[in-house]
């Protein structure tokens, strides 16, 4: 896998400079047990409102069940299927909506998700390991298949695995592969003091 750092206005964190969204990934080589759990210990750890953990994953390892894996795999848009298909774990992030103290409405509960997502992530790279999360997939049929209750939320699936060379993707892929990463600029997304003033 080749280093795509980020470029940044300050130096940050190099474990989060270095994190990005891959999709090759090697074929054929599973992710560890205690790497797949440090994956999930990491998720386990995020903050959440009132400390609720308003998160769920489903997580499929193509060593572990294959069924499973291929269960999560066919709910895939085609276009994630075709690279996908070569990493070994398949997470399927949701969000329970009610906070579990009191079953009221958890406006945060898709926030908190991310941000245990974006744990796994980090660990992943820490792991030397790539993931990337993925919006394209049938919620329906995933619900369906893996007996998820009607009222959580399906927010992504993560696909994680060992990172591949770029020449292993379909030829319409390799060129993102391959391209430098890019932000918009801080001041455009940013606002110092007031919607639309940008920071300096």
């Given at each position: ?11 940050v964190?190099?474990l ?11 074929a054929?080589r ?13 998720a ?11 998160w ?80 394209g ?9 893996f ?26 892929l ?24 940008p920071?300096?």
């Amino acid at each position: 896998m080749s280093e795509k750092n980020a470029i940044t206005a300050v130096p940050v964190d190099p474990l989060i400079a270095r994190r990005w969204s891959p999709r090759a990934f090697v074929a054929g080589r599973a992710v560890e047990r205690e790497q797949r759990l440090a994956l999930l210990e990491a998720a386990r750890w995020a903050p959440s409102c009132f400390g609720d953990q308003p998160w769920r994953f489903v997580v499929c390892d193509r060593f572990d069940d294959a069924e499973a894996w291929q269960g999560l795999h066919d709910c895939l848009v085609e276009f994630n299927q075709q690279w996908a298909k070569n990493a070994p774990l398949l997470i399927l992030a949701t969000a329970v909506p009610n906070f579990s103290h009191n079953d009221e409405p958890n406006r945060w509960h898709q926030y908190d998700v991310g941000a245990a997502s974006e744990n796994l992530c980090l660990q992943a790279a820490a792991l030397g390991l790539a993931a990337h999360q993925m919006g394209g997939f049938d919620a329906d049929r995933a619900r369906a298949r893996f007996g998820i209750p009607p009222e959580v939320d399906l927010l992504a699936v993560i696909a994680v695995g060992h990172p591949g060379a770029p020449d292993e993707l379909a030829e319409e892929l390799r060129g993102a592969e391959q391209e430098p990463r890019s932000r918009a600029p801080l001041g455009e997304r940013f606002f110092r003091g007031g919607w639309g003033s940008p920071v300096e």
